[in-house]
């Protein structure tokens, strides 16, 4: 096996602590990451907090990985010892069923495995990357390119990924009027790709002081939801919503925004179910659709979207004692627009 250290959750009721436990050994496909840095997406939050389903302990969470290539299997092909490479939310999946075979490993009809809060198929959990290193096969970890800011680039992995896989699902682009619901970690990601791809991009925030931040990265208006007359005003104006909000909110009250044909896509996953009545969809023939992060080759094509045209995440670079405070500060919406943790002060 090999070791390995890194912080986890010993339970959901427990604060993350430094913690050493061992990876499985290499096989012939498996690359070692030495990890940089890893990206804290409130995913992580709601999984060491059980808000989505009983966890599996200790927990490492950590699924925005990025590093470096340190030692190879016999039968790598994809990387060479020293490589940038990138893992995101998942290690595997079972390769033969029909989404896995388009490349959609994310709804892999037996279920993916999961970077971390999940089982491998050796039966054993796995970790994730608020720690030194992992273990991944190859054809689950990502090429990254050394143009982009490395630290910068960790949130791609997941934040950057859930959001351009919809956007591109649904053709979002000139012509379109896009709004992204909640500023965080995942609409900063939307808003950058929804502008890049051609869309008249208009924030919706419960934070009055976004305003200057969201027009800086790109957005062409800005909206506060709490203001009556702002969202009286904004009715029937958006081909799509792109609803990253990560707790309970009013589906029927922003589905009355949306044009006529219009699309709802939730890629947030607050713990409560939405509560839809069949008026708010039938006038206006509206849909409320879901998206789930993305498959390798879509990663693939984000990560190099994004090194052709220079996006990364707008980041806070911070020391892993700090997690707890971190998780806080995001709790609040006191961040601009991920925290990324640098691995270097494990
Ligand atoms: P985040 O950085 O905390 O951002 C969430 C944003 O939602 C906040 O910045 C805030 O924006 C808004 N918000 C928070 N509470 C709200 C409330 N009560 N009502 C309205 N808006 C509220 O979180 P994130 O990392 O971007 O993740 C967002 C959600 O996506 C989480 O639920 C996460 O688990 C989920 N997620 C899903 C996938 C997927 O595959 N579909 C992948 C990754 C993450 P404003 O201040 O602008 O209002
Ligand atoms: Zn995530
Ligand atoms: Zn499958």
Redesign the pocket.
Same mark, same amino acid.
């Given at each position: 096996m090999i070791p390995s250290k890194g912080y986890a959750a010993q339970s959901a009721e427990k604060d993350l602590a430094p913690w050493s436990f061992e990876r499985r050994n290499m096989g012939p496909h498996d690359v070692e990451i030495a990890i940089q840095y890893c990206g #804290?997406? $409130?995913?992580d939050? $709601?999984q060491i907090k059980n808000e989505?389903f009983p966890g599996i302990f200790p927990m490492v969470p950590g699924h925005e990985i990025v590093g470096n290539i340190i030692r190879i299997g016999n039968h790598v092909k994809k990387f060479k010892n020293g490589d940038l490479a990138g893992v995101g @939310?998942m290690v595997d999946s079972c390769r033969t069923c029909e989404n896995c075979q388009e490349g959609l490993e994310?709804y892999c009809l037996k279920g993916n495995i999961g970077t971390y809060n999940s089982k491998g198929k050796d039966g054993l959990p796995t970790y994730g990357g608020y720690s030194n290193n992992i273990v991944v096969h190859e054809d689950f970890a990502l090429h990254i390119s050394d143009k982009l800011s490395l630290s910068a680039v960790a949130p791609l992995l997941?934040?950057g990924i859930?959001t351009f896989s919809p956007l591109r699902h649904w053709k979002v682009g000139k012509g379109h009027k896009l709004a992204v619901?909640? %500023?965080?970690?995942? !609409?900063?990601m939307a808003v950058k790709f929804g502008v890049s791809f051609g869309a008249e991009v208009t #924030? %919706?925030?419960?934070?009055p002081d976004?305003e200057k931040a969201?027009k800086a990265l790109g957005a062409h208006h800005f909206i506060v939801?709490k203001d009556a007359e702002q969202m009286k005003a904004a009715k029937g104006s958006f081909n799509f919503i792109l609803d990253?909000?990560?707790?309970? $909110?009013d589906l029927p009250l922003y589905l009355s925004l949306l044009k006529t044909n219009g699309v709802h896509i @939730?890629?947030?996953?607050?713990t409560e179910p939405h509560t839809i009545p069949a008026f708010a969809l039938l006038g206006g023939r509206k849909s409320v659709a !879901?998206? *789930?992060? *993305?498959g390798i080759p879509e990663t693939q094509e984000m990560l190099d979207y994004c090194a052709a045209h220079n996006i990364v995440s707008d980041i806070e670079l911070i020391d892993i004692k700090d997690i707890t405070a971190s998780y806080e500060r995001?709790?609040n919406?006191d #961040?601009r627009?991920?925290f990324v943790i640098d691995m270097g002060t494990l």
């Amino acid at each position: 096996m090999i070791p390995s250290k890194g912080y986890a959750a010993q339970s959901a009721e427990k604060d993350l602590a430094p913690w050493s436990f061992e990876r499985r050994n290499m096989g012939p496909h498996d690359v070692e990451i030495a990890i940089q840095y890893c990206g #804290v997406c $409130h995913s992580d939050l $709601h999984q060491i907090k059980n808000e989505w389903f009983p966890g599996i302990f200790p927990m490492v969470p950590g699924h925005e990985i990025v590093g470096n290539i340190i030692r190879i299997g016999n039968h790598v092909k994809k990387f060479k010892n020293g490589d940038l490479a990138g893992v995101g @939310c998942m290690v595997d999946s079972c390769r033969t069923c029909e989404n896995c075979q388009e490349g959609l490993e994310q709804y892999c009809l037996k279920g993916n495995i999961g970077t971390y809060n999940s089982k491998g198929k050796d039966g054993l959990p796995t970790y994730g990357g608020y720690s030194n290193n992992i273990v991944v096969h190859e054809d689950f970890a990502l090429h990254i390119s050394d143009k982009l800011s490395l630290s910068a680039v960790a949130p791609l992995l997941c934040a950057g990924i859930t959001t351009f896989s919809p956007l591109r699902h649904w053709k979002v682009g000139k012509g379109h009027k896009l709004a992204v619901l909640g %500023l965080g970690g995942l !609409g900063h990601m939307a808003v950058k790709f929804g502008v890049s791809f051609g869309a008249e991009v208009t #924030v %919706l925030s419960t934070s009055p002081d976004k305003e200057k931040a969201a027009k800086a990265l790109g957005a062409h208006h800005f909206i506060v939801t709490k203001d009556a007359e702002q969202m009286k005003a904004a009715k029937g104006s958006f081909n799509f919503i792109l609803d990253t909000v990560s707790a309970k $909110h009013d589906l029927p009250l922003y589905l009355s925004l949306l044009k006529t044909n219009g699309v709802h896509i @939730c890629v947030g996953a607050p713990t409560e179910p939405h509560t839809i009545p069949a008026f708010a969809l039938l006038g206006g023939r509206k849909s409320v659709a !879901g998206s *789930g992060i *993305g498959g390798i080759p879509e990663t693939q094509e984000m990560l190099d979207y994004c090194a052709a045209h220079n996006i990364v995440s707008d980041i806070e670079l911070i020391d892993i004692k700090d997690i707890t405070a971190s998780y806080e500060r995001m709790i609040n919406g006191d #961040v601009r627009y991920r925290f990324v943790i640098d691995m270097g002060t494990l």
